[in-house]
């Protein structure tokens, strides 16, 4: 994991920013401490009392960020763990000094911020010295304490996504079955075609690609077919699985929308955030997607319709004199 140690002097200014008051976008919520308020005015307020006491203090502030490791998911009871933790490394008296822990659910890498006061209710001041190396080596430790930390980053959601693929291969199935198994487990499997030819295979999940060959010998393509036995005949499966929109031709773009976002939305029964905030401002409701039951085909045809009228539009507009440029739609 990685954490970063800073000090200030505008404790509603870290508050606000940690709770993400301006946009929402990251999903913040308070998931420990021993703070009342809820928001920044009411936090900053409770902080600024024992302020007070020590006016003469230039950076009263405390903010520490603590990351996990890279697609590595803790719930809130094991971020409170690893937040405490910390604090009593670095020898803070909790008792004694205000703090609030936290969380946001920033993909691909979540994390918390802590934010400490260094004024105690007695007016002891909470000295850092060192505090950024301290930092480095406690996370360190942290990481053999507990046993949900992983010092190898990404390995923890590397081996989720081994075992679903594991499952998925049970009983020998054919490369279309092992597909759609995948996929109701979360895990979006892309088989990269080349000339008619199925020449390899990346999974996605969480928003993230990740290589057959990454993960393993048993879970590259080769692998699947040798050691997992996915029975895959060209003749009888390649048409299948291009229709319904497994293959990507090899060194191509994913076109948009991606069968990861759809198949994320259908998984969740929602459109992500990004996705309806387009939407609206090219003039769709977003509710009128829930009344077509959230069907693949539904998602992806009613979506590409509505990128490439966007795009025509936009391409109306311009001064044919202009050179032509086609700037696409990223989302």
């Given at each position: 994991m990685i954490g970063k140690s800073t000090t200030g002097n505008n404790f509603y200014g870290c508050v606000r920013y940690a709770l993400d008051e301006e946009d929402g976008c990251k999903q913040a919520h308070i998931i420990g401490g021993n703070t009342i308020g809820s928001s920044a005015a009411e936090l900053s307020a409770e902080f600024s009392q024992n302020r007070q006491a020590k006016p003469h203090i230039k950076n009263?502030?405390?903010?520490?960020?603590?990351?996990?490791?890279?697609h590595e998911r803790l719930n809130d009871a094991q971020w409170q763990q690893v937040a405490i933790a910390y604090l009593d490394h670095m020898g803070l008296d909790r008792n004694n000094h205000q703090y609030?822990?936290?969380?946001?659910?920033?993909?691909?890498?979540?994390?918390?911020?802590i934010v400490v006061n260094r004024i105690g209710e007695d007016g002891q001041i909470h000295h850092l010295r060192w505090d950024r190396l301290k930092t480095i080596q406690i996370t360190r430790?942290?990481?053999?304490?507990?046993?949900?930390l992983s010092a190898k980053p990404g390995e923890n959601f590397r081996q989720q996504v081994r075992?679903?693929?594991?499952?998925?291969?049970?009983?020998?199935?054919?490369?279309?079955?092992?597909?759609?198994r995948l996929e109701k487990?979360?895990?979006?499997?892309?088989?990269?075609?080349?000339?008619?030819?199925?020449?390899?295979?990346?999974?996605?999940?969480?928003?993230?690609?990740?290589?057959?060959s990454v993960l393993g010998r048993g879970h590259s393509l080769p692998g699947l077919q040798k050691i997992q036995q996915v029975d895959y005949q060209p003749e009888?499966?390649?048409?299948?699985?291009?229709?319904?929109?497994?293959?990507?031709?090899?060194?191509?773009?994913?076109?948009?929308?991606?069968?990861?976002?759809i198949a994320w939305m259908l998984r969740t029964g929602q459109l992500t955030p990004r996705i309806q905030q387009w939407m609206k401002e090219k003039g769709t409701d977003p509710e009128r997607f829930r009344e077509l039951g959230f069907t693949y085909e539904h998602l992806r045809d009613e979506l590409q319709q509505l990128s490439q009228r966007a795009v025509s539009r936009t391409l109306s507009q311009r001064d044919t004199s202009s050179k032509e440029k086609n700037t696409g739609l990223e989302l």
């Open positions: 009263p502030v405390w903010h520490i960020a603590l990351s996990s490791p890279m609030v822990v936290i969380r946001h659910h920033d993909e691909p890498q979540e994390h918390v911020h430790a942290l990481e053999k304490k507990f046993d949900f075992s679903l693929i594991d499952k998925a291969t049970h009983g020998q199935p054919s490369l279309l079955t092992f597909c759609q487990q979360g895990v979006v499997p892309e088989l990269y075609q080349r000339q008619g030819r199925v020449t390899g295979i990346a999974y996605l999940c969480q928003n993230q690609r990740i290589a057959g009888r499966d390649f048409d299948s699985l291009r229709q319904v929109g497994y293959t990507r031709v090899h060194g191509s773009k994913t076109p948009w929308p991606s069968r990861a976002q």
